[in-house]
């Protein structure tokens, strides 16, 4: 049998992570989706499961696979199949490259500001339309200190809600003390206006993505998909468990 090869499409507060590579040389500073080849006797979900723990040192549930079919051409061993999973992390770990040497959170606007590998690039249309249809279901609650970002993030995904802090520094970046932290999540508006009120922060309706779904901005919302955990609503004076 041929070899497959495994990559991960982690989707996380309406943006997908990418990965440079650091070898081998002929792809070493180009982009992709983090994974690696399917050993003998593994499956492939198995294998993304093993490669995200060893490169990043998450645990992740995969969701799904991709249609698109890629294909890596070999010089050496003809073309090997490229599958792209969608995943969602499960836990509180952040991704850590320790195998690559930058990672970036990047939604569907900023897909092409990347120089992916030339394998990837077929799975770029999918990747726009999946994270275009999440965006449309994202809010920004932007915040002044970190801390309190992180708390909201934890807060909301207690509550069953897909959140993220968009402006976090990366691997790499410069760090940049002024500027304010973003939280973007699928959580109704009333209970992100809540946590921006306890925080001292504010919601920003505006649409994450500019060129969304929904259409122009005034255009009534499209319906919010169903939550995949229980959605319990805390109240804000708090923690009921
Ligand atoms: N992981 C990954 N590899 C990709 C992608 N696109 C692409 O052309 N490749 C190529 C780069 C490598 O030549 C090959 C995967 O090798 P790898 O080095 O990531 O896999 P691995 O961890 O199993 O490798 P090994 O060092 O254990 O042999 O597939 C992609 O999106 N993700």
Not at 73 to 100: C, K, M, N, S, Y
Not at 151 to 157: F, I, K, N, P, S
């Amino acid at each position: 049998m041929g070899t497959t090869v495994v990559g991960a499409a982690i989707v996380r507060g309406g943006r997908v992570l990418a990965a440079r590579r650091t070898d081998p040389p002929n792809t070493a500073g180009r982009w992709e989706l983090p994974g690696g080849k399917v050993e003998p006797g593994e499956t492939a979900s198995g294998a993304i499961v093993r490669e995200l723990a060893e490169e990043l040192g998450v645990e992740v549930e995969v969701t799904g696979w991709l249609a698109t079919r890629g294909s890596i051409e070999r010089a050496d061993d003809g073309a090997w199949v490229l599958r792209i999973a969608t995943v969602r992390l499960v836990g509180d770990a952040e991704p850590q490259p320790a195998e690559h040497d930058a990672l970036v959170w990047l939604g569907s606007d900023e897909l092409d500001s990347v120089d992916w590998l030339d394998s990837d690039r077929v799975f770029l249309p999918e990747l726009d339309h999946l994270l275009r249809g999440l965006g449309g279901a994202f809010r920004r609650l932007v915040l002044f200190e970190a801390d309190d970002a992180r708390e909201v993030v934890r807060r909301l995904r207690v509550d069953g809600y897909d959140a993220a802090i968009a402006r976090e520094r990366l691997a790499g970046e410069d760090d940049d003390e002024d500027h304010p932290w973003a939280v973007l999540t699928d959580a109704p508006s009333f209970l992100a206006e809540m946590l921006a009120d306890e925080f001292d922060g504010w919601l920003d309706e505006r649409l994450d993505d500019g060129r969304s779904e929904r259409g122009a901005p005034g255009t009534p919302a499209a319906p919010q998909p169903l939550p995949s955990a229980p959605k319990r609503i805390k109240r804000p004076d708090g923690d009921p468990s």
